[in-house]
């Protein structure tokens, strides 16, 4: 999960093993140093880093109980970084409006977006692979 790599990076730190020039925090983005360090240095495997703070992510991204995550991940890859990102999407209205209040959104603006929601909807999801990212997984060709 997001809050263990997070961990783990800090317990890293702390022995003296890394040295980031971002700061890691929970609830802060992780940087490409960070995953990094969890793909090369640590795991040497495609590891997934998964219920993300909701302050990081995306107003649509769907909430889970505890209040402070969202259902997304992110599948990092070993001398690649971030292949594969993806999250259930919120299909509650109310909740859906609670997030876009919560990050100052005008819900006006999004008015479209909200009709989608608006006579129900059903839980989904979706994903973005990055295809130069996907081919060179493939061929282990180097940036």
Known sequence: SYTEAVEVLQKAISDGDVKFEFEVAWGKELQTEHEKYLTDRLYHRPTIVYNYPKDCKAFYMRLN?????????????P???EL?????????LEMLDRRIAEMGMNTEDLWWYRDLRQYGSVPHAGFGVGFERLVMLCTGVQS
């Open 65 to 77: 109980d505890d209040g402070k995550t969202v259902a997304a991940m992110d599948i990092l890859c």
């Open 79 to 81: 001398g690649i970084g």
């Open 84 to 92: 594969v990102g993806g999250s259930q999407r919120e299909e509650r």
